[in-house]
């Protein structure tokens, strides 16, 4: 498996992807037409290029979000969700400024959040990788002093 530089840090290398949703305020139904959907994913895109947040996928309902997201490591879920939600909200309300009129104080994405993380692998195979790692560094190790010059 190889990384990008995106998920590249000092001292650290990897990703996590999540499955993330959450909904409007008061779960009104903002995102019915076509039109305020695709104004919802270009919000989302640009929101989460300034989140350092890579969408896989994603998709607008009615009145909530779902995406599939990979995050650096170094940006916890809660803050990236959060800066999903304020930056989509503000272009949102840039590109269509009577939507403020249903949302007077500002707000248009409910409080709630929804994450659980994705892994690239299973649950069961993560857990017979960590039983089985005192027969892999025995392996680890055969290979190495076989492949060594002889002293």
């Not at 909904?23 to 959907?37: A, I, N």
């Not at 994603?58 to 969700?81: D, G, K, S």
């Not at 949102?92 to 403020?100: D, G």
Request: a positive charge; charged letters at 25%; aromatic letters at 8%.
């Amino acid at each position: 498996m190889t990384y990008s530089d995106n998920f590249t840090h000092q001292h650290a290398l990897g990703k996590s992807t999540w499955h993330i949703e959450w909904c409007t305020k008061y779960r009104y139904k903002v995102f019915k037409s076509e039109y305020h959907k695709n104004l919802c994913v270009i919000a989302l895109e640009e929101a989460a290029k300034k989140a350092n947040v890579v969408l896989l996928e994603r998709e607008v309902e009615p009145e909530h979000i779902h995406l599939i997201a990979e995050l650096p490591l170094t940006v916890a879920p809660t803050n990236a969700i959060g800066i999903l939600k304020s930056v989509s909200a503000k272009i949102i309300f840039a590109l269509r400024p009577k939507l403020r009129l249903r949302y007077p104080q500002g707000h248009l994405w409910g409080p709630g959040k929804f994450a659980i993380s994705v892994g690239n692998i299973t649950l069961e195979k993560a857990k017979e990788y960590v039983r089985n790692q005192k027969a892999h560094h025995a392996k680890t190790l055969l290979v190495l002093s076989e492949s060594s010059p002889e002293p």
